[in-house]
T-cell receptor
Framework: GAVVSQHPSRVICKSGTSVKIECRSL??????MFWYRQFPKQSLMLMAT?????????EQGVEKDKFLINHASLTLSTLTVTSAHPEDSSFYIC????????????FGDGTRLSIL | RKEVEQDPGPFNVPEGATVAFNCTYS??????FFWYRQDCRKEPKLLMS???SGNEDGRFTAQLNRASQYISLLIRDSKLSDSATYLC????????????FGTGTKLQVIP
């Protein structure tokens, strides 16, 4: 069964709206979660690493003020796309590792964001 | 050189064929390796971990070649349902460090 839950799965909203996406680890604690973005027919792009209780680590070229990440508990990380514009339309996916060491990442179902 | 490289394909193979993908990585200290499957407009799903001694799960076999720094995925008796993009993932040093994904290899199994 799923180990990482992501909500909502689909968002359609007007330009200028801020959108919050939630990522939950279902039966384990995740000190670290990862946020990815994927444009159609392109590869996964890591946006940021979300760290529980501390600031997220953003990849080069990703605006931290545009993509706000909050990892307030060991089972929940949120990504807020602030003042979204059509170019922010994409597939956003979170992931988490069940433990340390050689554990694989498990992905949420993803959120398809469409900004009109 | 990219950290993780895959042939994007597409690999078009007939049903029942055997197909293999490779994925090369640049960091010789990489610790763990995985194959994921991603269907169109869906999230990646873990297919299998790759162990040093090689491992098999039904029709799927994964192998690691540390000397040449690549991992491979072999699919035997291909099914139509195997059509997807296959992503390799490399964890440089375990722990909570980010995993690096390849760009994926697209497989299309043809009736």
């Amino acid at each position: 069964g799923a180990v990482v839950s992501q909500h909502p799965s689909r968002v359609i909203c007007k330009s200028g709206t801020s959108v919050k996406i939630e990522c939950r680890s279902l039966d384990f604690q995740a000190t670290t979660m990862f946020w990815y973005r994927q444009f159609p027919k392109q590869s996964l792009m890591l946006m940021a690493t979300s760290n529980e209780g501390s600031k997220a680590t953003y990849e080069q070229g990703v605006e931290k003020d545009k993509f706000l990440i909050n990892h307030a508990s060991l089972t929940l990380s949120t990504l807020t796309v602030t003042s979204a514009h059509p170019e922010d339309s994409s597939f956003y996916i979170c992931s988490a590792k069940r433990g340390t060491g050689d554990q694989p990442q498990h992905f949420g179902d993803g959120t398809r964001l469409s900004i009109l | 050189r990219k950290e993780v490289e895959q042939d994007p394909g597409p690999f078009n193979v007939p049903e029942g064929a055997t197909v293999a993908f490779n994925c090369t990585y640049s960091n010789s200290a990489s610790q763990s390796f995985f194959w994921y499957r991603q269907d169109c407009r869906k999230e990646p799903k873990l297919l299998m971990s790759v162990y040093s001694s090689g491992n098999e799960d039904g029709r799927f076999t994964a192998q690691l070649n540390r000397a040449s720094q690549y991992i491979s995925l072999l699919i035997r008796d291909s099914k139509l349902s195997d059509s997807a993009t296959y992503l390799c993932a490399v964890n440089p040093s375990g722990g909570y460090q980010k995993v690096t994904f390849g760009t994926g290899t697209k497989l299309q199994v043809i009736p």
